[in-house]
């Protein structure tokens, strides 16, 4: 059974760095892309960041460009994502993804 | 890059009724598409894989079609549970802007 299970999130002021962890099992984590997906609140999906297979490849919609990193681990079959200069519309409820497996989701919020 | 366009934004039906939501894709996918069904706050689940696999225990009312760059998602007969927003999500990337269906 494939599993996305995650950490990380919270709460974090402005300006300020987070990184979530996805720890990936039941499926081999070095054979597939794998993403991060965020939804704002009372907003639609949006699709962050994608890395392949072998990190070589990584693509980030504009508005985090330079601000988050993907980056995966196929040793611990974990994908990351650390997200610097956190901004108040990076609030949002985000998903470790692989196609159309989902993880459970983990809440950022960047207040003051 | 790879734009995903969803239509209608709302749709307006009743129970019983036969709905389909369209998807377009800026340039070919094959089938590297999902639906997704999302309740107020609730995580979204998936109903399609690659394009008209159906997930398993999602009802046989849903179906999806299509390839390259057209994809429909049918609902053949809404049910009061149906009610919901619909996303297609090119794998791995852009999302649809969703569909609301309504009352």
């Known amino acids: 059974e494939v599993q996305l299970v995650q950490s990380g999130g919270g709460l974090v002021q402005p300006g300020g760095s987070l990184r979530l962890s996805c720890a990936a099992s039941g499926f081999i984590f070095s054979n597939y892309w794998m993403s991060w997906v965020r939804q704002a609140p009372g907003k639609g999906l949006e699709w962050v960041a994608n890395?392949?297979?072998?990190?070589?490849?990584?693509t980030y919609v504009g508005s985090v460009k330079g601000r988050f990193t993907i980056s995966r681990d196929n040793a611990k079959n974990s994908l990351y994502l650390q997200m610097n200069s956190l901004r108040a519309e990076d609030t949002a409820v985000y998903y470790c993804?692989?196609?159309?497996?989902w993880g459970q989701g983990t809440l950022v919020t960047v207040s003051s | 890059d790879i734009q995903m366009t969803q239509s209608p934004s709302t749709l307006s039906a009743s129970v019983g009724d036969r709905v389909t939501i369209t998807c377009r894709a800026s340039?070919?996918?094959?089938?590297?598409l999902a639906w997704y069904q999302q309740k107020p706050g609730k995580a979204p689940k998936v109903l399609i894989y690659k394009a008209s696999t159906l997930e398993s225990g999602v009802p046989s009312r849903f179906s999806g079609s299509g390839s390259g760059t057209e994809f429909t998602l049918t609902i053949s007969s809404l049910q009061p549970d149906d009610f919901a927003t619909y996303y297609c999500?090119?794998?791995?990337?852009?999302f649809g802007g969703g569909t609301k269906v309504e009352i």
């Open positions: 890395i392949k297979q072998d990190g070589s490849q990584k």
């Open positions: 993804t692989r196609d159309e497996q």
């Open positions: 340039q070919s996918i094959s089938a590297w």
């Open positions: 999500q090119y794998y791995n990337n852009c």
